[in-house]
């Protein structure tokens, strides 16, 4: 009867933890990093949720067991998101190799298999197709997500453990997109120099307009530029009237700044405003197969300087570079090619930063260098870099495409002079280049500004320049400008803009650095047999240690003493 007794109570115990399980999602993460916790900007994002929200992963089959690993992972981190989000949060997996429906939308929508080898004896191995896609639902909104994009390389091998720290940002990515509701944040367009306007880049108007909104900017006549107010302390958000810009985007300037329109704007990044240049300085106009390249006169040395920014005014060539389509010859109209153009850098050295996290690589069309310079109060981060094998060349040059492709550098004049920074990010306390000066005045804004000049920062600001005006602009096809934007040059755009404009939620995913700790490989080769046959054995020992201190504790309880009539 006792123990009938304690076996109930073991049942009743086991089944109550059994539907706690079902209700609460609770595990314990001991790691140092908490690799297995949720950041606190995924949490807001699920907590900003306006309804429901259906994720369905494409990764079931039978699959080795590190792509099997890298599901797992995939569907704990959402069981955690189901347990954080107030609305109904649910999830599926699905083996598309079994829809044809579904294969038949992947088609269309472009996506493509990853061949995946899998041993099915010791000689033989099955070829299978692996879709690494997440569809994330709300209401009306659909949202596709490449899960192994960024770790992917070019021989087809996935990167599962690198691609398994970027889950929660591809995922919170999509939720915020979802999550954005009332007035969105404004971004500034700065026109008047010639600078390419959005119709020119309809992809990066497009992702822009998603979440925030997106207003031209002109400062000619001499109008302060106030910062967003979720930048600035309370007591001055009373007293700003509008909601200011979350960052201010200068794309491709082609004519000088005067000197009213610079105060204007560096007035703007003192008071907390958040900037980004791209910025080129050679004119190259390649109508015909050569031409000769002109410096741009922009006139923001001055500005740059102070903020710690030297430019190169250089051209930035690199082994690692983009194509150029050339005519090779005319057969009922021009047979069209592609060529390699050292002009054309592709660059995939981004230091570790969470603007860089999810890029590969960017392509930059005739691009310069830019050098920092150590300034009090501010700090630099450089965000991309040429390859080894790249060079600057300075001063004005003969572009010929006919003789570069039929005389190219030799790799051996380019040994040492390779990784040039050609996008740097300055962030802090900056000071004023019109310190004991007058503020400027001109026949456009006749009068004084009407906002109190600050000789340096009041709150700290942010800015990133880029040597590269064309970066938004789409990939030319055959002469035509094409309608895709030409590698990761968007992603890394898009991330610049939310990094600057204080997407805190996103960019709190984006910079949690996971240290992945792999085995040291001459090591686990020296010891492998001892290391499997402790793998192996050591289970079984454990269990008989347990069945025989099983056994002699129930002995011991329940043996009893013999009694014996006198």
């Known amino acids: 009867m006792r123990a009938l007794l304690?076996?109930?109570?073991?049942?009743?115990?086991?089944?109550?933890?059994y539907l706690i399980g079902q209700r609460y999602f609770v595990r314990i993460d001991l790691t140092a990093e908490k690799r297995y916790t949720l950041s606190e900007g995924t949490k807001a994002l699920l907590r900003r949720l306006p309804q429901a929200v259906y994720v369905t992963v494409y990764l079931e089959g039978e699959f080795p067991y590190p792509i099997q690993r890298y599901k797992r992972a995939i569907e704990t981190?959402?069981?955690?998101?189901?347990?954080?989000?107030?609305?109904?949060?649910?999830?599926?997996?699905?083996?598309?190799?079994?829809?044809?429906?579904?294969?038949?939308?992947?088609?269309?929508?472009?996506?493509?298999?990853?061949?995946?080898?899998?041993?099915?004896?010791?000689?033989?191995?099955?070829r299978q197709y692996m879709y690494p896609v997440a569809v994330v639902q709300c209401g009306f909104q659909e949202i596709w997500i490449d899960l192994v994009k960024g770790n992917l390389y070019p021989?087809?091998?996935?990167?599962?453990?690198?691609?398994?720290?970027?889950?929660?940002?591809?995922?919170?990515?999509?939720?915020?997109?979802?999550?954005?509701?009332?007035?969105?944040?404004?971004?500034?367009?700065l026109s008047g120099h010639g600078e390419y306007p959005l119709d020119q880049m309809p992809q990066l108007r497009a992702e822009l307009e998603r979440f925030y909104r997106v207003l031209p900017v002109r400062v000619k006549e001499g109008q302060a530029l106030p910062p967003a107010k979720m930048f600035l302390p309370e007591s001055l958000r009373q007293k700003l009237q509008g909601d200011g810009y979350a960052a201010i985007l200068v794309i491709g300037p082609d004519s000088a700044f005067r000197e009213r329109e610079k105060y204007e704007l560096?007035?703007?990044?003192?008071?907390?405003?958040?900037?980004?240049?791209?910025?080129?300085?050679?004119?190259?106009?390649?109508?015909?197969?050569?031409?000769?390249?002109?410096?741009?006169?922009?006139?923001?040395?001055?500005?740059?300087?102070?903020?710690?920014?030297?430019?190169?005014?250089?051209?930035?060539?690199?082994?690692?570079?983009?194509?150029?389509?050339?005519?090779?010859?005319?057969?009922?109209?021009?047979?069209?090619?592609?060529e390699k153009w050292l002009y054309y850098p592709v660059v995939y050295i981004f230091p570790p930063h969470p603007i860089t996290r999810t890029v590969d690589a960017v392509l930059y069309r005739y691009a310069g260098s830019v050098d920092t310079l150590a300034r009090p109060g501010v700090q630099h981060t450089i965000l991309a870099l040429s390859s080894p094998l790249s060079r600057s060349v300075k001063g004005t040059q003969l572009i010929d495409i006919n003789l570069t492709l039929k005389n190219p550098p030799s790799p051996e004049a380019f040994k040492g002079k390779g990784f040039r920074p050609m996008a740097v990010l300055t962030e802090g306390i900056f000071e004023s280049v019109f310190q004991d000066r007058e503020p400027p005045t001109d026949s456009f804004a006749p009068k004084p500004p009407t906002a109190r000049f600050l000789p340096r920062s009041g709150l700290p600001g942010k800015a990133i320049l880029i040597t590269d005006g064309e970066l938004a602009l789409p990939a030319e096809v055959q002469g035509r400008s094409a309608d895709y934007v030409p590698l990761d040059n968007l992603t890394f755009l898009l991330n610049c803009v939310d990094y600057l404009a204080g997407e805190i939620s996103l960019t709190q995913v984006r910079s949690r650095s996971v240290q992945i700790r792999r085995l040291n490989p001459e090591i686990v080769r020296a010891h492998a047999t001892f290391i499997q046959a402790f793998n192996l054995g050591m289970p079984i020992v454990l269990m008989i240690l347990f069945g025989l201190g099983l056994y002699f504790w129930r002995r011991n309880i329940y043996k009893r003493p013999l009694i014996t009539k006198k």
């Open 6 to 17: 304690h076996f109930l109570v073991l049942l009743a115990a086991v089944v109550l933890v």
């Open 77 to 126: 981190l959402l069981a955690e998101m189901r347990a954080v989000a107030p609305k109904p949060f649910n999830y599926t997996f699905v083996n598309p190799s079994k829809s044809p429906e579904v294969l038949k939308s992947f088609k269309m929508r472009g996506v493509q298999p990853i061949p995946i080898n899998v041993r099915v004896s010791q000689t033989e191995t099955r």
């Open 155 to 189: 021989t087809g091998e996935i990167n599962l453990l690198e691609a398994e720290q970027e889950v929660e940002y591809k995922i919170a990515a999509a939720l915020r997109q979802i999550a954005v509701y009332g007035e969105k944040p404004i971004i500034g367009i």
């Open 266 to 338: 560096e007035q703007y990044l003192l008071r907390g405003g958040r900037l980004l240049w791209l910025v080129d300085y050679h004119r190259i106009n390649l109508t015909e197969s050569s031409a000769l390249t002109q410096l741009r006169e922009l006139n923001l040395d001055d500005l740059f300087f102070r903020w710690g920014w030297r430019p190169g005014y250089d051209l930035v060539q690199d082994f690692s570079c983009g194509f150029i389509e050339v005519i090779r010859g005319y057969y009922n109209g021009p047979l069209w090619g592609a």
